[in-house]
């Protein structure tokens, strides 16, 4: 019989591309989303869907009965400046909901494997040179980051104490078709849909910040290893943690004249002043992922924005914002 799987967020940019993995491996694959930023159009065919908040009593219900194998927790209020202007509402679904779902896996008397979508970027501070390992000093700047970093200490209790099989991915900044370019993060799918729209570029600060950018399908792929793979020992905060990135670091500026050179387009790249808070340099050191998960890239960075281009680009241009 297929295994099972039930993604959270599966309607989302990452999540639709974990659902894509685990369909084309074989799995019996259901999604729960509340299409609040997801879409029912990024959900393949063949994937059952069910409509719900994560937070909901419908939703334990779901995990609780549900037998599934393993649970991929994408869910999550995505937007770092909403949880810096209401910290309750993110609160509200990201640790509460996540917490919904593992007092279901609790109850259920089903050995569900549990994979937390954490942040590589909002989780580490400013304050040790890039790459940055898993036993690196945790010190979340914005509310986001605290919730991702309270839900992993939850997945520890719950390993250690109640005996659950979790696993944290701590991503960097992800990119690929799908992403929703009117967010704050997605500076990739903001870029593609400007130079498709042949408006200019905008950078904040001197472009010279960098980033770690992984391709969705291979975050995609880090989720699969997760799921399929003998894992350490459950203990500490980071014992069942894995950061998924490049261990690359790439500027503003990199990003951008590389888009310019893939899409042709002659749109001007302007400079806008730098945005406070924003952090100066981040890379994942992905070396445990690769040791432990037999995990690693394979999409070059190259390769992954001729592909994320050419996606919007087959989209149709939307009016001016
Ligand atoms: N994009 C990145 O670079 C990045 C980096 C680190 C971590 N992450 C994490 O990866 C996950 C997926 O992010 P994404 O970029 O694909 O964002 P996304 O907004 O495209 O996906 C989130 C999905 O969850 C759904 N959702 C939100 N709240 C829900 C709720 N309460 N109940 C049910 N469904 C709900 C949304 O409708 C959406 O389909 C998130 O947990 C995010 O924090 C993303």
């Known amino acids: 019989m297929a295994q099972r799987l039930l993604v959270t967020g599966g309607a989302g940019f990452i999540g639709s591309h974990v659902a894509d993995r685990f369909l084309a491996e074989g799995w019996d694959v259901t999604v729960l989303d509340d299409l609040s930023s997801g879409r029912e159009e990024n959900i393949a065919p063949g994937v059952t869907f069910v409509r719900g908040d994560i937070g909901s009593p419908e939703a334990h219900a779901l995990v609780r009965d549900g037998r599934f194998d393993v649970l991929c927790h994408l869910a999550a209020q995505i937007d770092v400046r909403r949880s810096v202007a209401d910290p309750a509402y993110d609160a509200t679904k990201n640790i509460l909901g996540s917490l919904n779902l593992l007092e279901a896996v609790r109850t259920s008397g089903h050995a569900t494997r549990v994979i937390f979508s954490s942040t590589g970027g909002a989780l580490y501070g400013d304050f040790d040179p890039p790459p940055s390992g898993e036993t690196n000093s945790k010190d979340p700047e914005s509310p986001y980051g605290i919730a991702k970093l309270a839900v992993e200490y939850y997945l520890a209790y719950y390993g250690r104490v109640h005996k659950l099989d979790t696993v944290a991915l701590r991503y960097g900044n992800v990119y690929g078709p799908?992403?929703?370019?009117?967010?704050?993060?997605?500076?990739?799918?903001?870029?593609?849909?400007?130079?498709?729209?042949?408006?200019?570029?905008?950078?904040?600060?001197?472009?010279?910040?960098?980033?770690?950018?992984?391709?969705?399908?291979?975050?995609?792929?880090?989720?699969?290893?997760?799921?399929?793979?003998?894992?350490?020992?459950?203990?500490?905060?980071?014992?069942?943690?894995?950061?998924?990135?490049?261990?690359?670091?790439?500027?503003?500026?990199?990003?951008?004249?590389?888009?310019?050179?893939?899409?042709?387009?002659?749109?001007?790249?302007?400079?806008?002043?730098?945005?406070?808070?924003?952090?100066?340099?981040?890379?994942?050191?992905?070396?445990?992922?690769?040791?432990?998960?037999?995990?690693?890239?394979?999409?070059?960075?190259?390769?992954?924005?001729?592909?994320?281009?050419?996606?919007?680009?087959?989209?149709?241009?939307?009016?001016?914002?």
Do not use: M
Request: net charge positive.
């Open 178 to 321: 799908r992403q929703d370019p009117h967010g704050e993060a997605g500076v990739v799918a903001i870029f593609c849909t400007r130079l498709r729209d042949g408006r200019a570029l905008t950078v904040f600060g001197d472009g010279s910040q960098t980033r770690d950018y992984v391709y969705a399908g291979d975050v995609a792929g880090a989720n699969f290893a997760a799921a399929t793979t003998t894992l350490p020992e459950r203990g500490r905060l980071d014992a069942r943690a894995f950061n998924i990135g490049t261990g690359i670091e790439t500027t503003v500026n990199t990003l951008a004249t590389t888009l310019k050179q893939v899409s042709g387009s002659a749109s001007a790249i302007e400079y806008a002043p730098a945005r406070p808070g924003e952090l100066a340099r981040s890379a994942l050191d992905t070396t445990k992922a690769r040791a432990v998960l037999g995990w690693k890239p394979v999409v070059s960075l190259a390769e992954g924005l001729d592909n994320t281009y050419r996606y919007f680009a087959a989209r149709r241009p939307e009016a001016a914002r």
